[in-house]
């Protein structure tokens, strides 16, 4: 009875460890890819606000440490749901905006208009400079803590249709304070916004509509977009396969920039396989890109938008497969490959996880779990 115990337990367990892994082998690419991390402590802040109805906020440009060390400063454009310094946050494109009723929905353009225009975007000297022209009249220029709150107040006025008290527009600080604040946040809600409505690009992004073919064939094209400098190319493909431009030239590192269109050339007498790429990058974050709570539906917090950003390195993985030449390849749809992820931190996709591993593990654990357990069953029959 105890041996046969020992064997149901032990092809239960075996077959628990093969759930576990199966499982679990997608939460590695859960992150699609995108740039993430948590407000640090690193922040700057402004004045209280009044806001028109009553009520107010404070003001602050946050600091935000990225998986790879690297630093962001950000405004918050979410004023009703609190900040919270507990939970990853993910970079996500303008449309991924958590609440689809928000004013933020129909005003990114202007938003991004207003992170070009204001602080840190803009020198204090430059941006007084600038309002100034613009007939304000400032005391003794702008102070950063008095940039900083018009900056996050204007970002209110259009990602939340929140106005700022003109009659009483601080909670704290002098008339001086309030004035010029006043006067830069007119600057930045005014006519002068034309908005910026072409959404910033990704650090990297390697996209590809075909990732499956056939042997004697180029498999791609895969498309690279990225704001940095490529700094290497590495490749996991088996002998013969090489990596090309359209023309069947092999790349290095230094062929690669934003726009390049990428090949895996499979040569016809190759066997079915599979191979895969990646690039690297150095750059800087750009401003206007969003970060989101990684489960903001279970663990809801304040919305985040880049104003300024330390260069950061950024890598991305592509992979490709392909069959017999003749043999017709699989008619499903190829995903795309998604945004480049930052270095270091967490299991981030497309930065060296194959998922295949756990997959395969995973098979193997099943085998053997219900091969014991079939071994058991024949003995208890005996």
């Given amino acids: 009875m105890q041996v046969r115990s ?23 690419l859960a992150d699609d890819g995108a740039a993430r991390g948590r407000v640090s402590d690193q922040g700057a802040y402004g004045y209280r606000v009044n806001l028109e109805g009553g009520g107010g906020a404070s003001t602050e440009l946050f600091g935000f440490k990225l998986s790879d060390g690297s630093a962001l400063k950000l405004y918050c454009v979410q004023i009703t749901v609190r900040m919270r310094n507990d939970v ?6 303008w449309n991924k905006y958590p609440d689809t009723k928000s004013p933020f929905t129909g ?3 202007k938003i991004n208009w207003v992170l070009h225009h204001g602080y840190p975007g803009v020198g204090l000297d430059t941006l007084g400079t600038t309002v100034t022209k613009a007939g304000a009249k400032l005391h003794g220029g702008l102070s950063d803590r008095e940039a900083i709150t018009a900056t996050q107040a204007a970002v209110w006025h259009f990602s939340d249709g929140k106005n700022l008290d003109h009659g009483n527009p601080l909670g704290d600080g002098d008339a001086s304070a309030a004035a010029d604040v006043v ?5 930045l809600t005014g006519s002068g916004n034309t908005g910026i409505g072409q959404q910033p690009k990704p650090t990297l992004n390697i996209a590809a509509e075909k990732t499956e073919g056939a042997a004697g064939t180029r498999i791609g094209p895969f498309d690279v977009a990225t704001t940095g400098d490529i700094t290497s190319l590495t490749s996991e493909l088996p002998e013969g396969v090489k990596l090309t431009d359209a023309d069947g030239k092999e790349l290095k590192a230094a062929d690669v920039k934003d726009g390049s ?3 895996i050339d499979v040569p016809k007498d190759a ?8 690039l690297k990058v150095s750059g800087h974050l750009d401003t206007g890109r969003l970060f989101v709570a990684e489960n903001y539906a279970k663990q809801p917090a304040q919305s985040l938008i880049v104003a300024d950003s330390e260069k950061t390195a950024v890598t991305a993985k592509a992979a490709a497969k392909w069959t017999e030449a003749g043999a017709v390849p699989s008619t499903t749809p190829a995903p795309t490959t998604p945004a480049g992820s930052t ?3 967490g299991d981030l996709a497309n930065t060296g996880v194959d998922a295949a591993v756990p997959f395969a593990v995973g098979g193997l654990l099943l085998g053997g779990g219900a091969l014991m357990l079939l071994v058991n069953r024949r003995r208890s029959r005996a």
């Fill in 6 to 28: 020992a064997f149901v337990r032990g092809g239960i367990a075996v077959l628990a460890a093969a759930a576990a892994v199966v499982v679990g082998a997608p939460s590695a």
């Fill in 88 to 93: 990853d946050m993910v970079e996500r494109p």
């Fill in 107 to 109: 005003n990114s353009d």
């Fill in 183 to 187: 006067a830069l946040y007119d600057y």
């Fill in 261 to 263: 269109k990428l090949f």
């Fill in 271 to 278: 066997k079915p396989g599979n191979g895969s790429f990646a």
């Fill in 343 to 345: 270095g270091g931190g």
